[in-house]
């Protein structure tokens, strides 16, 4: 059972970890035999983060077919970059004139590391003998269940990828929910962000947009 991410502040580090133990503690179908705990942690001294710029991109694109875009960022507190990325078009996004959206990760919110880290080394608190089910509900009724749920601790630090309608309202904002939760059909489907880039060194943040055609 295990999960890997990368992080661009300390603290979700620790959160992620109490997470998974605490999900080990609170599982109510059998005894969990654990035999080890291993914890691969590599930091680094510079906050490896850009904010995205500006995305240009051909003016008219194709469902279904992957195009080049050119991304510049600036990293925080450090000279500008520049990126070309590939995407594919989604086959089922509105034809006509679109904004082609690029929406980033933003950094890691939490507390203070040595305080995540205080609670994380008070194996106490993550194992007791006492353990609360806040919600009431059972769980995961197996240990592949188990297994999953503590995968799903991993996640995507992307870029993602939509298309929201020219003059459109949709605030370019990495913090804000789905915006296209509320709809349905089509126009839900061009909102919904879709993976798009993840660089292996650098979170890009924020957002920027570009005006595409989608054609058939």
Do not use: W
């Not at 082609?100 to 609670?119: H, I, M, P, R, Y």
């Not at 993550?126 to 601790?153: N, Y």
């Not at 061009?190 to 570009?210: H, I, K, V, W």
């Amino acid at each position: 059972m295990g999960f890997c991410n990368t992080y661009v502040g300390g603290a979700a580090l620790a959160a992620d970890f109490m997470s998974a133990a605490s999900q080990i503690d609170a599982f109510n179908f059998g005894p969990v035999r654990i035999t080890g705990v291993a914890v691969d942690v590599r930091l680094r001294r510079a906050l490896r983060q850009a904010f995205m710029l500006k995305v240009t991109a051909p003016r008219t694109v194709r469902r279904g077919a992957r195009v080049r875009l050119r991304l510049v960022a600036q990293r925080v507190n450090g000279p500008t970059l520049s990126r070309t990325i590939s995407v594919r078009i989604p086959k089922d996004v509105l034809l006509g004139s679109r904004r082609l959206q690029l929406t980033g990760t933003a950094a890691d919110a939490g507390g203070s590391l040595v305080d995540e880290l205080t609670t994380v080394l008070n194996l106490d608190t993550l194992f007791g003998d006492d353990p609360e089910d806040d919600d009431g509900g059972t769980g995961p009724r197996t240990l592949k269940a188990l297994a999953r749920d503590i995968a799903a601790v991993h996640r995507y630090d992307g870029v993602n990828l939509s298309f929201p309608p020219l003059g459109g309202e949709t605030p370019v904002d990495e913090d804000l929910e789905d915006p296209g939760a509320a709809l349905v059909g089509p126009e839900a489907a061009a909102l919904r962000g879709r993976p798009a880039y993840r660089d292996s060194e650098l979170r890009f943040s924020g957002a920027t947009r570009t005006t595409v055609r989608v054609v058939r």
